[in-house]
C-alpha cells in the first residue's frame, strides 16, 4: 500500500511562492493519475491541480498561471510550485492518486484512493 507525505508548506506574504512536495513510498506503475486537492477550514475539499503517467496536466481556473504541477519518477515524488499566492489559496494542501486513468472527471476527489495527511499553506495580505 503506497503511502503519499506532503510537505512544504508554511506561511507567506501575498505574491510570495511556495512549491509543496508529495513523496510516494512506491510510485505507481502506469496507468495511474494523481493531483493536489486543498480545503480551507469550514469548507470542502477543492482540486486543484492534476496530472497522469502520461504527463497529461489540468489546472483549476483559480490557480491557472499561478500553479504548476510536476512530477519526478525518479525521485517518487509529486509537486505544486505555486506562485503569485493569494490570501484565499490559504488552506490544507492534499496529495492524492488512484491506480487509473481518468478521464472526464480530473478533479473529484471520490475519485482518489491515495491520501497524504496534508501541509498547511498560508498566505497572508
Known amino acids: 500500500q503506497a503511502q503519499l507525505v506532503e510537505s512544504g508548506g508554511g506561511s507567506v506574504q501575498s505574491g510570495g511562492s511556495l512549491r509543496l512536495s508529495c513523496a510516494v513510498s512506491e510510485w505507481f506503475y502506469s496507468p495511474y493519475s494523481m493531483a493536489w486537492f486543498r480545503q480551507p477550514p469550514g469548507k470542502e475539499r477543492d482540486g486543484v491541480a492534476f496530472i497522469d503517467d502520461e504527463g497529461t496536466t489540468r489546472y483549476a481556473d483559480s490557480v491557472k498561471g499561478r500553479f504548476t504541477i510536476s512530477q519526478d519518477n525518479t525521485r517518487n515524488t509529486l509537486y505544486l510550485q505555486m506562485n503569485s499566492l493569494k490570501p484565499e489559496d490559504t488552506a490544507m494542501y492534499f496529495c492524492?492518486?488512484?491506480?487509473?486513468?481518468?478521464?472526464?472527471?480530473?478533479?473529484?476527489?471520490?475519485?482518489?484512493?491515495?491520501w497524504g495527511q496534508g501541509t498547511q499553506v498560508t498566505v497572508s495580505s
Open positions: 492524492a492518486a488512484v491506480r487509473r486513468r481518468l478521464f472526464f472527471r480530473l478533479l473529484e476527489p471520490t475519485d482518489y484512493n491515495y
